[in-house]
């Protein structure tokens, strides 16, 4: 048994460990982290990708959850938008021509806000200084003074109709209707139409055409009063615009000089020609009622606020003070279509929603327009509108506010369609490797647009600097959360923890926010201890407090084993039946249980029959895995004979579909046991892949596993004999937990590691597996002189019966 103690593993051996000189003696005196380690190939492609100006490079960053993509993309983006020019601002206007299509606006860095306080004042004026500048008696005097030659030659025409009118024997009386006309009689008064019936016709005749050459006079006379009316009104309306240009009028003098550099001058002429053209909303209520009666069917100040809105700026996007010296970074938490993209609010007038240029918003893209947005490509996606539209604004590099499509309002509504702003941005999606990868698969303008790909490595190697890093993580950790000081053991303890995060003894996970929390529950526990500081024991249970909160499923199963419901030997030797291990996935939780695979042989020639197999539940890695079983046994023992044998295996109580090939070196040893009639020990559990050569191969979930059947010898009560055989590929992915490294330091619990099948054998029956000598015949007493003996039996016994003369006809296995 020599050669097999030397299989046997040290705790030391289970367990990462770590150059107590190289770690600090405790967190207090210490710099934190301040930058993101062990992920130089990342860092270079964002920096890369951040330089770069060409289209479509816009930058994917994709890793593990919690490895400090979010961060790293923080401090290079900083660094990167810090000395760059001042961002421009963006306004939008009224458009006099076309209001349902406002203008869009660039100005230098807070000139925007420059703008929108100089029309405010212009507004101001209109809505104060314009009234009370029509009210004064200045201006009622001026209007008389104007109105008084108007009026007197008004007088004059009517006088003159009406000396006509007498002379041709007739008055001329002003109604509602106009200018009515009756004939006088001799009297002087007007003839009654009774009166006018009795006359002669010579006179009925007199009277007709006097009364035609009367209208002709009232026609002409009213004709000449519209003409002096309407210059009337002319010479008013050049008083008014008179007036409005000496109280607007230097104001927007003003304006013009002040912007003449960019591209204003007709706004301003427009709102003065606007402004001119509705004296009428601006004056007050006493001369409106002198217009139209329907114009106070809406109030006075309502109809002025709606024409001074006109005048008014929607300062967009202005930077201000916020980043004076440097380019916008925007990180939009939740990249919904409107907080994208912008909106336009609405507001009900009779019954209707509305709005105009003053009602739009800007979204992410236009606040971080010049500059980088950050959006995590998780929650982009939960509304694939969102999605559509960033691909579609980052080719056409512009970005237009609207209704997402499709979305109709149950009310009628009045849209605008607000001027596309030019866009000019650095998008960076942060999300997980897997999200990345589908759309890799799915949509062909992710890669053209998302040119460069950062990709952040789970861990990293194990040395002076990662552990600088770990412990300066830490203690940010510290001084961030206000946690207590970690001492050295407590320091080394949670990097054991951060290489069993990256199942390798020789390198640390880069998953920093699970660390953190780590650091965080072990803080927790040293107060509820009462300690100044975190030692190890406080690690040790902050990491049994998590393992215990998700480890319901797996207690129960164990617990199951324990009471026999699931048939599971810890002791004990069985022909055809060993110890499998699997590993179960939950949520974020994995752990390992054990599960018996048992065999039975006999004469036959279908060779290897997997039941799972037959009933099609297994995946294609364990069919696969049963076929190599297959290749094994034919290069080792039909060389020299045809293998007629059947042998029927399965995975007893499982009724989950069987994947994956770990098993395989397992059910190699319940085949040959099974062949050789040679018991295996049901106090030892089996991992590992086999090649076709026996060559025992790594596998996955290494340390769950021997875990998983500690805790169910643990549950049973240990012996001392127990414990679990693993690839010697595998001992770098032994992390195991404290306890049950512990139990094999005490030697309570065993941990084997074999290379080849021959080596596990030898554990698990106590005998040799035996060499082929120079006849390829085995040493007696060997398991593989069991398994030819009993093949050439069952040859024999074949051969007696009829069955498989000729070698040819046998069943490959």
């Keep these: 048994m020599s050669g097999i103690d030397g299989l046997e593993l040290s705790a030391d051996q289970l367990r990462a460990q770590f150059d107590e000189s190289l770690v600090p003696a405790s967190t207090e005196g210490m710099a934190p982290l301040e930058s993101v380690a062990g992920q130089e190939r990342a860092l270079e492609a964002i920096a890369f990708g951040l330089r770069i100006e060409a289209d479509g490079y816009n930058i994917a960053v994709l890793g593990p959850s919690g490895s400090g993509k979010n961060m790293a993309v923080r401090l290079l983006i900083d660094e990167a938008s810090a000395g760059r020019p001042p961002i421009r601002d963006w306004c939008y206007l009224n458009n006099f021509r076309d209001p349902y299509r406002p203008r869009a606006v660039s100005l230098p860095p807070a000139l925007g806000d420059d703008l929108q306080r100089d029309l405010a004042k212009l507004v101001e004026a209109c809505r104060s200084e314009i009234p009370r500048v029509f009210e004064s008696e200045s201006y009622d005097a001026r209007r008389r003074e104007l109105l008084e030659p108007f009026g007197s030659e008004r007088n004059a025409a009517l006088e003159a109709m009406q000396h006509a009118a007498d002379q041709l024997g007739f008055t001329v009386n002003a109604t509602q209707m106009g200018f009515a006309t009756l004939p006088k009689g001799r009297d002087g008064q007007p003839l009654t139409p009774a009166a006018v019936q009795s006359l002669s016709p010579e006179e009925k005749a007199s009277i007709e055409e006097r009364a035609r050459q009367v209208q002709e006079s009232v026609t002409t006379t009213m004709h000449l009063l519209r003409q002096i009316d309407g210059k009337a009104q002319e010479t008013l309306a050049e008083l008014d615009k008179e007036i409005t240009r000496f109280v607007v009028g230097p104001i927007l003098d003003d304006l013009r000089e002040r912007y003449s550099e960019h591209n204003l001058h007709s706004h301003f002429d427009a709102i003065e020609a606007d402004i001119s053209a509705n004296l009428d909303k601006l004056r007050p209520q006493r001369q409106i009622a002198e217009g139209a009666a329907s114009q106070v069917l809406v109030p006075f100040e309502e109809r002025r606020e709606r024409l001074l809105k006109r005048y008014a700026v929607n300062l967009f996007v202005t930077h201000g003070d916020e980043r004076p010296d440097g380019a916008p970074v925007v990180r939009e938490a939740q990249p919904t279509y409107q907080a994208l993209f912008g909106r336009l609010d609405y507001e009900a007038h009779d019954g209707t929603l509305t709005t105009d240029f003053t009602l739009i918003r800007p979204g992410a893209l236009h606040r971080a327009n010049g500059g980088y947005l950050i959006l995590q490509v998780q929650d982009l996606l939960a509304d694939p509108r969102s999605w559509v539209k960033l691909k579609r604004s980052l080719k056409c590099r512009e970005v237009q506010i609207g209704e997402p499509e499709g979305e109709a309002s149950p009310l009628p509504t009045v849209h605008v369609i607000p001027e596309a702003i030019p866009l000019d941005l650095k998008v960076v999606l942060v999300g997980s490797t897997a999200v990345f990868r589908l759309l890799d698969a799915s949509d062909p303008d992710f890669a053209n647009l998302f040119k460069i790909r950062a990709e952040f490595e789970p861990d990293t190697a194990i040395n002076a600097e990662s552990i600088a890093a770990y412990t300066g993580f830490i203690c940010q950790a510290v001084k961030q959360q206000g946690l207590r000081h970690f001492d050295a053991a407590a320091l080394m303890e949670v990097m054991r923890f951060g290489a069993r995060l990256a199942a390798r003894q020789d390198r640390l996970s880069t998953r920093f926010g699970v660390i953190k929390d780590l650091c965080s529950e072990a803080n927790q526990y040293a107060a509820d201890a009462s300690a100044e500081i975190v030692t190890v024991d406080h690690i040790r249970a902050a990491v049994a407090g998590m393992r215990r909160r998700s480890a319901l499923v797996s207690d129960r199963l164990h617990r199951m084993i324990a009471e026999g419901t699931l048939h599971v030997q810890t002791a004990g030797a069985v022909v055809g039946q060993v110890n499998g291990l699997a590993v179960y996935q939950l949520g974020g939780t994995a752990f390992g249980t054990p599960t018996r695979i048992t065999c039975r042989v006999g004469l036959g020639r279908r060779g290897v029959i997997a039941i799972d197999r037959e009933v099609e539940r297994s995946g294609a890695i364990h069919s ?183 070698s040819d006809e046998a069943r490959s296995l």
Excluded at 671 to 686: G, N, S
Excluded at 763 to 773: D, E, V
Excluded at 775 to 802: H, I, N, P, R
């Design 624 to 806: 696969k895995g049963v076929l190599v079983l297959s290749g094994f046994l034919i290069g080792t023992f039909g060389r020299d004979r045809p293998l007629t044998f059947t042998a029927s295996l399965t995975f007893e109580q499982s009724y989950d579909e069987v994947e994956g090939d770990s098993a395989s070196s397992a059910e190699l040893y319940a085949i040959l046991t099974a062949l050789a009639e040679m018991p295996i020990r049901q106090d030892v559990a089996v991992t590992g892949s086999v090649d076709q050569f026996g060559n025992v191969q790594p596998v996955g979930g290494v340390a769950e596993k021997v875990e998983g059947f500690h805790d169910v010898c643990a549950e049973i009560g240990l012996t001392g004999s127990q414990g679990v055989i693993v690839p010697a590929s595998n001992i770098r992915n032994l992390t195991l937990r404290h306890d049950v490294a512990a139990a094999v330091e005490q030697g309570r619990f065993h941990v084997w590691a074999v290379s080849r099948i021959e080596e596990g054998l030898e554990l698990l029956t106590g005998r040799p597996a035996g060499t082929a000598g120079p006849d390829g015949s085995y040493e007696a007493g060997t398991v593989f002189a069991k398994v030819v003996a009993a093949l050439e039996e069952m040859q024999q016994q074949a051969a007696t019966s009829g069955d498989g003369q000729n």
